[in-house]
């Protein structure tokens, strides 16, 4: 393996380094639309898919109760801050204690959440945190006194970010939440805790019986993976002003498993790659004719394309790509190189998160 | 010292456990306050009723859920579109219930004086096999080959029943239509017990409910086929390895869990609505069941049929007035209670 030569300019690199570049030249180059709308609703939901693919690259865990733990977080902030709603709690706090509040409970219910379904391995744990959206979606539209079925609307933004200060300012701040969050994760992976969390999710049994604390470790990534959903909770209703049921339904549920598909169950960087092509197709696709109307038709069409023909998404394929165009020689070197870290090469991992156990 | 500590965690859970199971049933007998019926010692045909809710909408639960449960126990394909094929059943039988019936297809729709017991069975018999063989399709066509991969296969019925809801919302619309029962069913039934005048149809539900358990039990504890799945749930490789053609026992298993779920969308359109987000809902029913129960055992479907219709029908007759919009907490502290005491649900067994 010829590893002077890859820490220099990878495929990888190169191609990471172009999408960090245009993420921050944005307000330059594309419409106000492009920024204020779509690419901010592209960090929003990139973060929160990268919370699911967090979980499920490095502990072997498909959540689908991401959604639904932004979601609380959502809302959690609206009642805190709100005043003059119908429903809801309508306390007027102020923002920034609005905000760490709505974070501390979202990161609550995760962890107890977390604690019912860290036992459960696999599919079970998919159904299991699945059945908690659900439920957290019927929750919030059933009960009136946190938000009924219209929600929470007119939540405030801290002036700063208000897009009347500046257009510019609340994508920058999505922008640099997602670059936290996934320089962040990606070291959380490098520690003895997600080296035992990859353990763990290889073989819980053996990480067992060399004494570590399985549950606990499934336990306190499940937290960490809800403070990070907490967080595009927040930027959610900062850049949306509202939040209802129907932000975080089985629809939503199901739209960001299908991000994390999109980008690769297995490669953080695919949450904003997802992100990005669901918001695209979410907003063209109105455009055409005949697939406006039939949208989730196509949403569902182009979900089992991908699950059946390339179940490591978008990331997968660019790697399988550029491995297959560097020579079959190093194949391992475009998987480990910029990989979140971990003994087991990238694409491996991504079967065995495919294939469970 | 760390001996007597986990025996008193595990006395303080028992406890705990005793009072989370005590406390409804005392509060339901004698306490209720400020409910609307008030303890079901004072009003005991309310409580009747409200029990027989619960029995009712739990064999519901029971039909979808074993279909569910049968697929999964063995061949672990958890189907996520179950819920979309319930609706499917239940708009297939609502189109041809309006082809049957002489003078239908006015806006204002079939009332059940029109409708005799063939207009009404005859669908639901056809839902069941078109349904089933829907699922069938969607096993040959896109499960077969992923054996093993639970997690892909789960994402693939995902993708199915995203396009199926859509496909329906296209062709049926969004607003909720309703089967309707036939005149033979739609009438109250004097119990003669407590003065509880009791819809017949709810009973029907009980009735199928119960006739659709016997005949699964009676199929898979006595009969051939139903031995080879008993088996194949236990270790399927050893199984086909036996020169039993395994392949065609899952293709029977999926054809008749997926008519489960047709029929039972039949019933479900019958007695409540069919409507866009009816599918997720009754996903939902039919994953907590088999949660509770345990994935893949009957008799654990239908012992988290009964307990989640009993807690939903209880929550919402029994809690006080101003807090009827918290039943919904009823259905995850009973998913709670179930997953902390047995992660693998009541009846469950690891694979």
Same mark, same amino acid.
């Given at each position: 393996?010829?590893? $002077?030569?890859?820490?220099?300019?990878?495929?990888?690199?190169?191609?990471?380094?172009?999408?960090?570049? @245009? *993420?921050?030249?944005?307000?330059?180059?594309?419409?106000?639309?492009?920024?204020?709308?779509?690419?901010?609703?592209?960090?929003?939901?990139?973060?929160?898919?990268?919370?699911?693919?967090?979980?499920?690259?490095?502990?072997?865990?498909?959540?689908?109760?991401?959604?639904?733990?932004?979601?609380?977080?959502?809302?959690?902030?609206?009642?805190?801050?709100?005043?003059?709603?119908?429903?809801?709690?309508?306390?007027?706090?102020?923002?920034?204690?609005?905000?760490?509040?709505?974070? &501390?409970?979202?990161?609550?219910?995760?962890?107890?959440?977390? *604690?019912?379904?860290?036992?459960?391995?696999?599919?079970?744990?998919?159904?299991?945190?699945?059945?908690?959206?659900?439920?957290?979606?019927?929750?919030?539209?059933?009960?009136?006194?946190?938000?009924?079925?219209?929600?929470?609307?007119?939540?405030?933004?801290?002036?700063?970010?208000?897009?009347?200060?500046?257009? =510019?300012?609340?994508?920058?701040?999505?922008?640099?939440?997602? *670059?936290?969050?996934?320089?962040?994760?990606?070291?959380?992976?490098?520690?003895?805790?997600?080296?035992?969390?990859?353990?763990?999710?290889?073989?819980?049994?053996?990480?067992?019986?060399?004494?570590?604390?399985?549950?606990?470790?499934?336990?306190?990534?499940?937290?960490?993976?809800?403070?990070?959903?907490?967080?595009?909770?927040?930027?959610?209703?900062?850049?949306?002003?509202?939040?209802?049921?129907?932000?975080?339904?089985?629809?939503?549920?199901?739209? %960001?498993?299908?991000?994390?598909?999109?980008?690769?169950?297995?490669?953080?960087?695919?949450?904003? %790659?997802?992100?990005?092509?669901?918001?695209?197709?979410?907003?063209?696709?109105?455009?055409?004719?005949?697939?406006?109307?039939?949208?989730?038709?196509?949403?569902?069409?182009?979900?089992?394309?991908?699950?059946?023909?390339?179940?490591?998404?978008?990331?997968?394929?660019?790697?399988?790509?550029?491995?297959?165009?560097?020579?079959?020689?190093?194949?391992?070197?475009?998987?480990?190189?910029?990989?979140? *870290?971990?003994?087991?090469?990238?694409?491996?991992?991504?079967?065995?998160?495919?294939?469970?156990? | 010292?760390?001996?007597?500590?986990?025996?008193?965690?595990?006395?303080?859970?028992?406890?705990?456990?005793?009072? %989370?199971?005590?406390?409804?049933?005392?509060?339901?007998?004698?306490?209720?306050?400020?409910?609307?019926?008030?303890? $079901?010692?004072?009003?005991?045909?309310?409580?009747?009723?409200?029990?027989?809710?619960?029995?009712?909408?739990?064999?519901?639960?029971?039909?979808?859920?074993?279909?569910?449960?049968?697929?999964?126990?063995?061949?672990?394909?958890?189907?996520? &579109?179950?819920?979309?094929?319930?609706?499917?059943?239940?708009?297939?039988?609502?189109?041809?219930?309006?082809?049957?019936?002489?003078?239908?297809?006015?806006?204002?729709?079939?009332?059940?004086?029109?409708?005799?017991?063939?207009?009404?069975?005859?669908?639901?018999?056809?839902?069941?096999?078109?349904?089933?063989?829907?699922?069938? @399709?969607?096993?040959?066509?896109?499960?077969?080959?992923?054996?093993?991969?639970?997690?892909?296969?789960?994402?693939?019925?995902? $993708?199915?029943?995203?396009?199926?809801?859509?496909?329906?919302?296209?062709?049926?619309?969004?607003?909720?239509?309703?089967?309707?029962?036939?005149?033979?069913?739609?009438?109250?039934?004097?119990?003669?017990?407590? =003065?509880?005048?009791?819809?017949?149809?709810?009973?029907?539900?009980?009735?199928?409910?119960?006739?659709?358990?016997?005949?699964?039990?009676?199929?898979?504890?006595?009969?051939?086929?139903?031995?080879?799945?008993?088996?194949?749930? =236990?270790?399927? =490789?050893?199984?086909?390895?036996?020169?039993?053609?395994?392949?065609?026992?899952?293709?029977? &298993?999926?054809?008749?869990?997926?008519?489960?779920?047709?029929?039972?969308?039949?019933?479900?359109?019958?007695?409540?609505?069919?409507?866009?987000?009816?599918?997720?809902?009754? @996903?939902?029913?039919?994953?907590?069941?088999?949660?509770?129960?345990?994935?893949?055992?009957?008799?654990?479907?239908?012992?988290?049929?009964?307990?989640?219709?009993?807690?939903?029908?209880?929550?919402?007759?029994?809690?006080?007035?101003?807090?009827?919009?918290?039943?919904?907490?009823?259905?995850?502290?009973?998913?709670?209670?179930?997953?902390?005491?047995?992660?693998?649900?009541?009846?469950?067994?690891?694979?």
């Amino acid at each position: 393996m010829s590893a $002077a030569a890859s820490s220099r300019l990878t495929p990888n690199r190169v191609a990471g380094g172009l999408l960090v570049g @245009l *993420a921050l030249l944005a307000p330059l180059i594309f419409s106000e639309y492009w920024v204020a709308t779509l690419l901010t609703q592209t960090m929003i939901l990139g973060i929160v898919a990268a919370s699911l693919i967090f979980l499920s690259a490095d502990g072997g865990m498909v959540s689908l109760a991401q959604v639904a733990i932004y979601g609380i977080a959502g809302f959690a902030l609206g009642n805190l801050t709100t005043t003059g709603n119908t429903k809801g709690m309508n306390l007027g706090w102020d923002p920034v204690l609005g905000i760490v509040v709505a974070i &501390a409970i979202a990161v609550l219910v995760a962890l107890v959440f977390g *604690a019912l379904a860290s036992r459960s391995y696999g599919i079970y744990f998919l159904m299991i945190t699945l059945v908690f959206s659900v439920i957290a979606n019927l929750f919030f539209g059933q009960v009136t006194s946190v938000s009924g079925f219209g929600g929470i609307s007119g939540i405030p933004i801290p002036d700063f970010f208000d897009r009347t200060a500046h257009p =510019d300012r609340l994508y920058f701040a999505t922008l640099l939440v997602a *670059a936290l969050v996934y320089v962040g994760l990606r070291y959380v992976a490098r520690t003895p805790f997600g080296l035992a969390l990859q353990g763990i999710r290889d073989d819980p049994v053996r990480m067992r019986s060399l004494g570590y604390r399985v549950t606990l470790h499934r336990l306190l990534a499940f937290g960490l993976a809800g403070f990070v959903a907490a967080l595009g909770g927040i930027l959610f209703v900062w850049w949306n002003a509202q939040i209802a049921p129907s932000t975080i339904d089985l629809t939503a549920t199901i739209d %960001v498993l299908l991000i994390a598909v999109i980008g690769g169950m297995f490669r953080l960087e695919g949450a904003w %790659v997802g992100a990005l092509v669901f918001v695209l197709i979410n907003n063209y696709a109105q455009d055409v004719g005949f697939v406006a109307e039939r949208f989730h038709t196509l949403i569902g069409l182009i979900f089992l394309v991908i699950v059946l023909v390339s179940p490591d998404g978008l990331v997968g394929l660019w790697e399988r790509t550029v491995g297959r165009l560097r020579g079959p020689s190093s194949p391992g070197e475009t998987t480990g190189e910029g990989g979140s *870290a971990g003994a087991v090469p990238a694409g491996e991992r991504g079967a065995s998160t495919l294939t469970g156990s | 010292m760390s001996v007597s500590l986990g025996r008193a965690l595990r006395i303080t859970g028992l406890v705990l456990l005793a009072l %989370v199971i005590a406390f409804p049933i005392v509060w339901v007998l004698f306490i209720a306050s400020d409910t609307t019926f008030g303890p $079901a010692v004072d009003d005991p045909k309310d409580f009747l009723i409200t029990l027989l809710n619960g029995v009712t909408a739990a064999a519901l639960y029971f039909i979808v859920a074993s279909g569910f449960t049968l697929i999964f126990g063995l061949m672990r394909v958890v189907n996520m &579109a179950h819920g979309a094929f319930f609706l499917l059943g239940g708009y297939i039988a609502l189109e041809l219930q309006r082809d049957l019936v002489p003078g239908a297809g006015s806006a204002l729709g079939i009332s059940s004086a029109q409708v005799s017991f063939m207009n009404w069975f005859l669908p639901l018999l056809a839902a069941g096999l078109i349904v089933g063989g829907v699922g069938l @399709l969607m096993q040959q066509a896109f499960l077969r080959w992923n054996q093993g991969q639970e997690l892909r296969q789960a994402l693939i019925t995902i $993708a199915i029943s995203i396009i199926a809801a859509d496909q329906m919302l296209a062709h049926f619309g969004g607003v909720a239509k309703d089967i309707s029962w036939p005149r033979t069913f739609d009438k109250f039934l004097d119990l003669q017990v407590a =003065d509880v005048q009791y819809t017949l149809t709810r009973l029907v539900i009980l009735g199928v409910g119960l006739l659709i358990g016997g005949a699964l039990w009676f199929w898979l504890k006595r009969t051939r086929t139903g031995m080879v799945i008993r088996a194949g749930v =236990d270790d399927r =490789d050893m199984v086909s390895a036996l020169g039993v053609n395994i392949q065609l026992t899952f293709a029977i &298993a999926f054809f008749i869990g997926s008519a489960l779920a047709g029929i039972g969308g039949v019933m479900g359109g019958s007695f409540a609505s069919l409507a866009p987000g009816v599918d997720g809902l009754w @996903l939902l029913n039919s994953l907590v069941v088999v949660i509770i129960g345990g994935m893949g055992s009957l008799g654990g479907a239908a012992v988290g049929a009964l307990l989640l219709g009993l807690t939903t029908n209880f929550a919402a007759a029994y809690l006080p007035a101003d807090y009827t919009f918290y039943s919904i907490i009823f259905t995850f502290v009973l998913l709670a209670v179930v997953l902390a005491i047995r992660p693998l649900g009541l009846f469950g067994r690891p694979a």
